[in-house]
C-alpha cells in the first residue's frame, strides 16, 4: 500500500479538516449560550418565588409559570408549579431539528463542523438506536408546546389591563415581543410544515389541498429563518422572565407607558 493511500485510508483525528475559517466559533458559542440558558431555566423553575408582578395593578406571569397551574385548577402546589408545565416547551427546544445540530457538534462533537472530523466511534446508528430514537417525538412536543403557546398569548394580552382598564407598560411590552417571537419559532417548525402540508400529492386537486398549501407556504416563510427566531426566542424568553422577576423583587417598578 502506498503512503498516499494509507494516509487517505487512516482514521483523521479529531478536528481534522482542511478549511481555513474560524469553524470552532460557533460551536463555542453554542455551548456557552445554551449552558448560561440551561443554568439559568433551571434557577426560574426551581426557585419559586418572585415569578408574578402585581404591582400598580398588573398582572405579568414569567412564561416558565405559563399556565398558572395553581390558579387554573384552584389548588396550592407544594412545589414549583413551573416543573408541571415548563417541560413541554423546553422539551420542543431540546427535541427541535435545528436544535438537535447545534448542540450535537457543540456538545458531543458529532461532527464539530461541517467537513470537520469529529471522535473516533466504533459504530454509528445516527438516531436509529435507544436514546437518541427519542427524538421522534419531537411532533408531540410541538402540539403541547401549541397549548403552552395558547396561555402565553393570553398572559401577553392579560398584561395590557392594570386593575381592569387598559393600559400600556413597559412589562406588556416585553411579554408580547416574547411571545411574538415564540410563536415565531413554533410555527416554523418543521413538524408543522409536515402536518400542514405532508402526504399531499397534488396542491390544486381540492380546495382543502389548496389551503394547506397556502398554509404550508406560511409556515416555509417562518422555517426559512428557523435558526434565527430559534435563538430570538431562547433570548427573549430568559429575558422576559428576569423582567417579571426583577419587578416582582422590587428591583425596579414597572414604568407605565399609557
Request: aromatic letters at 16%.
Amino acid at each position: 500500500m502506498s503512503t498516499q493511500t494509507a494516509s487517505a485510508t487512516a482514521p483523521r483525528r479529531l478536528g481534522a479538516t482542511s478549511r481555513r475559517d474560524r469553524w470552532g466559533v460557533a460551536p463555542l458559542l453554542t455551548v456557552v449560550v445554551l449552558t448560561a440558558f440551561g443554568v439559568y431555566s433551571l434557577y426560574a423553575i426551581l426557585v419559586n418565588d418572585n415569578y408574578r408582578y402585581t404591582g400598580g395593578g398588573a398582572d405579568y406571569l414569567s412564561p416558565f409559570y405559563s399556565p398558572n397551574v395553581e390558579t387554573l385548577f384552584g389548588i396550592d402546589i407544594p412545589f414549583s408549579a413551573a416543573l408541571l408545565v415548563a417541560w413541554m416547551p423546553l422539551g420542543l427546544r431540546l427535541t427541535c431539528y435545528y436544535y438537535r445540530k447545534a448542540y450535537y457538534r457543540s456538545f458531543f462533537l458529532a461532527p464539530p463542523g461541517c467537513a470537520v472530523s469529529g471522535p473516533r466511534r466504533k459504530r454509528y446508528r445516527g438516531e436509529a438506536s435507544f436514546p437518541l430514537i427519542l427524538q421522534n417525538v419531537h411532533r408531540y412536543f410541538l402540539y403541547l408546546a401549541i397549548v403552552v403557546l395558547g396561555f402565553l398569548w393570553y398572559d401577553a394580552g392579560r398584561a395590557f389591563f392594570f386593575d381592569g382598564s387598559f393600559g400600556v407598560g413597559l412589562g406588556s411590552l416585553v411579554l408580547l415581543g416574547n411571545v411574538i417571537c415564540l410563536t415565531a419559532f413554533t410555527f416554523g417548525c418543521n413538524s408543522l410544515r409536515h402536518l400542514v402540508g405532508g402526504r399531499l400529492d397534488c396542491f390544486t386537486c381540492s380546495a382543502t389541498a389548496r389551503a394547506r398549501h397556502k398554509a404550508w407556504r406560511g409556515v416555509n416563510v417562518l422555517n426559512l429563518k428557523h435558526m434565527q427566531w430559534a435563538w430570538v426566542g431562547l433570548t427573549t424568553v430568559a429575558l422576559a422572565d428576569l423582567y417579571v422577576r426583577l419587578a416582582a423583587s422590587g428591583v425596579f417598578h414597572d414604568p407605565r407607558i399609557i
